[in-house]
């Protein structure tokens, strides 16, 4: 079927295309050039008057994963408030802030968003966010692997192995557990915790093993770099959340010695210690760091005001914080000495100077970063606020007044506190489409997706152009998946299933040679189990892998 | 004739996956690293496969659409049991979404003593290769551990070696409540374990004197419930002595009135502990046969565990109104699925209305169903996932023979495409 997309503005910031009228031909999934041999279109859409970008992606959003599903286990409560009904296409289930997976999958659609990436997913609980991704239609979907507290690699770095061991490892265990990327939560931090280190500096020593922080970074950061896995280390810094982390922020960017990093949630790192309340925005440091460094890159995480809840690997930050626990419920689990977990509600309340401090900090750096491909908009769902607050967030980014309108009525002591009303940038639509398109996709290293050149995949967004940037980025006109049309007037009308996108560098496999005592003798399942086969992600006929391209080898 | 080595099992909870099994044409052999839960389980043999309406044998197509007619124009379906794999649970997710009805795993009410204490103020738990490698002090409250499941001292207590133990054999084994019912407590040097024993009914005066004593709080009695409370302070010293306290319990041995608040007092006491300075977690040992696995997928899928209703075209929880034996008594339900793909021995909820079960092969009945479809079991005649107990690490389950018969999934999919 041969798709033609007539006379839409583009905003195709891989293409470099700000705002041109162009039409778009889309082929068996896929777009095309103009077609030369004069086929007849079969189905046009008169897009005359409206925007049309690539499908939107979330580099971060904690959409799979046993804490996830702790989190909805928690708070039955807040789900009985978001009742969504079953219709004939669309699965029932419950929204808010930790949706079920149909409802997360729907919702995402109907947003304009066609890809979703997992930032947290254990080793050992990968099966779970393989499955519960399974189980979220529409978009794609991938996950980065979370090593650095685990214990293996903290033993491998006590006895001074090479760092090419190390690669073995880390692409061994991305292999294992079918990720396209690597994340560290709070550094060898949940580790620490489990012997019951309350605090881990930057530069402070596991108390069992002889290893800091730093050297966690620099290793992954390293391992990542020479296996060619494109997206960047990606960091949850150490002191999540502490007033003066600030420092840490700055140390962390200094102490990777130019190597890609991906500095997530960036927001909870930002805070000074000054001021009447010893709580005060990094975010200028912060954002002249970014800046400066061309090897770092940002999601913001910004927090908006609700309730919600937060759903961390960093279980040392997260037992820290459970006394702001609202509803006052909260757990944390140990992982299989692999990492943890820490799930905690919270309610951001404007009137609150902390919350709406955080909130003005997220601001201040979204707008201080200068260079759109290198900073993210997420809310780190959920733990800033839902995915489905997307919307609000763009507009506060896009409109001045109204950020200036909303910043007159946060706590008085925070606004003092803040710069937010001096800034005058307002974010345009084609750094919009960077922030949440081209420069997602070339992030995560996502081939042929993110772009609307021909021969990318037809991920396709359309808007009506609307001042009110709020309402226009939450309906959709159109979105098409693949080709097909998914989402009609902001309703899903059409039910697929989305591409699990990975990467699978190479490793020696006599690393299994050392990692097959270790199972046997201190884990709890044979090293044959742990690994997750390629059927296990298609055998229920709606899944797939796409394997990309490492880098350098295009 | 074949041996398949490093077999998961689903039956025991505790994903034991080091099963070596023979298999011969559908017969099963386990070789090694057998129980007495795990190897009648795969030893057991198929009998029937054929599927039956009222007793007479039928295609699965007709068992399915007659399934599918008995489940049309109702009000209030039951699909209980859910003793099943992860694709199995979503195939009986999605038939319930259709159908509009009440899903509830059949053990959903000892889960309950643990979800109503998580909902209601959380806890700090751990997963069984923390325990493995760092306990040195197991606390377990209210159950007999090894009767429940046999080899989980041998596999994850007396391991040969921890990683942060220097002597496995010297971690202090503690019973308060029931006194185990053999010795697989007893360390490989031959150290008993603790046992402060009282009746299950106690245990809530119990746990709360261990409670108020972990906190400081002075108690001016001798004794609750026959302990001496200079042995309960005993016990709160060595937890806050202890790098690595672990605190168990089952929540199905807890079998008395408001058991979910003796559960609570235990997470309490874990969370206490640790804002005083020691590591300790609480390790609940989740259920079998599949509990685990419900309470998961329907998680995702619908945002709560095991026990909702889809009447009104969107799920609704309530840990109580949805006990299926509360539905067929108060004749709310007019008709009841029953799924259970693990234990052929287990038997549906006694009722005379319209009742379609979806069971192990060999299934026998005290009252012939009205459609019985014999379906593989997990792990055996067909791969899947099950949650281990700690509810954390999904096992792959490997298919071992080739029985025919069809899986989980297939069955409910095929009745919810009738429909």
Known sequence: MLIKLTGGTVYDPASGIDGQQQDIYVQDGRIIDVPKDGRPVDKEYDL????????????????????GNIARTLLPEDHRQDPVHRTSITRSGNGHAMPSTYVAGYRYAEMGYTACFEPAVLPINARQAHMEMGDTPIVDKGGYVMLGSDDFLLRMMTANKDQKAINDYVAWTLNAAKGIGIKVVNAGGINAFKFNQRKLDLDEKNSHYDVTPRQILQTLAKAVQELGITHPLHVHGCNLGVPGNLETTLNTIKGIDGLPMHLTHIQFHSYGKEGDFKFSS???QIAEAINSNPNITADVGQILFGQTVTASGDNMRQHANHRFASPNKWVCMDIECDAGCGVVPFKYKDQNFVNALQWAIGLEIFLLVEDPWRIFLTTDHPNGAPFTSYPHLIRLLMDRSFRNDMLATIHPEAQKMTTLASIEREYTLNEIAIMTRAGAARIIGLKDRGALSAGNFADITVYTENPDRQTMFTKPDYVFKDGELVVKDGEVVKVTWGTTHIVKPDYDLSIEKDLKPYFDKYLTMKLGNFKISDDEISEDGRGSLTAHPLRGAA | MTEITEVPSPFCGIGTDDLSIQVDGTTLKVTANGCS??????????????????????????AATKAAELLRNTHQPV??????DVNGMRALLALADKSGAVVDNMNFNNARRNLLALQDSGWMNTTLAELKNRCDLLLVVGTDLE????????????????????????????????????????????QKARVLPCADADLPDVTAALSALVKGHLLHVQSVAGIAISELQLIADKLKAAHYGV????????????????????????KDLNQLGTRCSGFPLGGKEGDQTANQVCGWTTGYPARVNFARGYPEYDPYLYDTQALLNSREADVLVWVQAFNSSAQPPKTDLPTIVIGRSGMKFEKEPDVFIPVGTPGIDHSGHAYRLDNVVAIRLKKLRDSGLPSTAEVLTAIEQAL
């Open chain 2, 247 to 270: 605190i168990l319990w089952g929540a199905a041995a807890l079998a008395f009135d408001q058991a979910e608040l003796t559960v609570q007092t235990l997470c309490n006491i874990v």
């Open chain 1, 282 to 284: 990094g975010a200028a």
């Open chain 2, 147 to 190: 009767a429940f499941a046999p080899r989980f001292f041998e596999k994850y207590l007396w391991n040969e070696e921890a990683m942060f133990l220097d002597s496995t054999a010297n971690r202090e084994i503690i019973y308060l409540g029931k006194a185990p019912s053999g010795n697989a407590s007893t360390s490989p040097t031959g």
């Open chain 2, 37 to 62: 839960v795990n190897t009648p389980a795969f030893e057991q043999a198929i009998a029937d496969t054929s599927p039956r309406i009222a007793g007479q044998a039928a295609s699965l197509e007709a």
């Open chain 1, 48 to 67: 005359r008057g409206k925007v049309v970008m690539s499908g939107a992606i979330d580099m971060h959003t904690h959409i799979g994963g046993g804490k």
């Open chain 2, 79 to 84: 699909i209980g049991g859910c003793a099943t």
